[in-house]
């Protein structure tokens, strides 16, 4: 990709190249090390050379003559409103085909809180597939969708599965096409806990927090699509307990929609009516397409809500059981 004379000067400090499911996106940086990679599994670096689909530059100094966005987005980034709950400086935006340019400070509360999910969300609305917020295991040849809200426990019931026989495919972001699963290789953000004693961390950006990198963890599938064959929503509630019940349908898809669909859970409408030129009906259109698909996997298997302490032998053994070959709770 040619540089614009803007960029041409930048005294570029990181520049590494990650894969996000289907993409690969080269950040670059004029922060050393800049912080956002730790996002990022050691197994989404790519080597050197290799060509990204986008590129995403986040500067702390100011570039003259770079334009910015007229987006609501990028409006929202001026005002220092980011998206969802995460607010900060003002930041400016610059977008030029597949090259995003952020300026401000601290950007690394941009790239994995919004420009990852927005990457996702473009790729999904221009090839068709759904962007999920999901973790996904694998076992007996198909993919597993973990659904919840925050705390649900997803992460370590992950974690519990996969150091006891199920494969890591991803733990928060899932690209859905053609009935079959394929995750971002993101780092784990857990809270202390025995969940952590087995496996090695290193420090959060939130000191309250330690990250994991799963593919140094547990078995995991590389980039592959898996099959997609059950979804579960994961629901801890308190330990000792193991109640797991199969869903209808309909509360399958009403909670999938609102907790795991990536444009409702991320609050993403305006960026998508933005990549539909400000058009109501084509956005109505994609937001069509992606519901009626949504409801097509959720209920073309089965779907159960798990409330279980998966750090019990015995109730692991069960959802083991239940993941691998699908028999009853």
């Not at 969300?121 to 090839?127: F, G, I, K, P, S």
């Not at 698909?293 to 750090?311: K, N």
Request: hydrophobic share 45%.
């Amino acid at each position: 990709m040619t540089l614009p004379p803007s960029l041409a000067s930048v005294s570029v400090r990181t520049d590494q190249v990650v894969r996000l499911g289907p993409l690969t996106l080269r950040i670059v940086s004029d922060v050393p090390d800049f912080p956002a990679l730790h996002y990022f599994s050691r197994a989404a670096r790519m080597p050197a050379g290799t060509a990204p689909d986008v590129e995403l530059w986040c500067l702390s100094d100011a570039v003259p003559g770079l334009p910015s966005d007229t987006t609501a987005r990028a409006r929202n980034f001026a005002s220092g409103y980011y998206v969802t709950d995460h607010f900060g400086p003002p930041v400016r935006m610059s977008s030029s085909g597949t090259r995003i340019v952020l300026v401000g400070d601290h950007l690394q509360r941009l790239v994995w809180p919004y420009v990852v999910k927005y990457l996702l969300l473009r790729h999904t609305a221009a090839v068709g597939g759904l962007f999920l917020k999901a973790a996904a295991v694998a076992a007996g040849g198909g993919a597993t969708l973990i659904v919840g809200r925050g705390s649900a426990g997803k992460s370590v019931l992950v974690s519990g599965l996969c150091r006891n026989g199920a494969t890591f495919i991803t733990n928060s972001h899932v690209i859905l096409a053609d009935s079959a699963v394929q995750g971002v290789a993101s780092t784990m953000r857990m809270r202390p806990g025995p969940w952590l004693d087995q496996v090695s961390t290193t420090a959060a950006l939130d000191p309250s927090e330690r990250l994991v990198d799963p593919y140094d963890a547990f078995p995991h599938h590389a980039s592959t699509a898996v099959p997609l064959r059950a979804v579960w929503i994961a629901d801890f509630r308190a330990p000792g307990e193991h109640d797991v019940h199969r869903l209808l349908p309909a509360e399958a898809v009403s909670v999938a929609e609102q907790f795991a669909l990536g444009l409702n859970v991320y609050r993403l409408e305006e960026d998508l009516l933005d990549l539909c030129g400000s058009d109501y009906r084509a956005f109505a259109a994609q937001y069509g397409r992606m519901r009626a698909q949504l409801h097509a996997a959720v209920t073309s298997c089965p779907t159960y809500r798990v409330r279980s302490d998966v750090q019990l032998p015995a109730h692991r053994d069960q959802l083991l059981h239940l993941l691998s070959d699908g028999g009853t709770p």
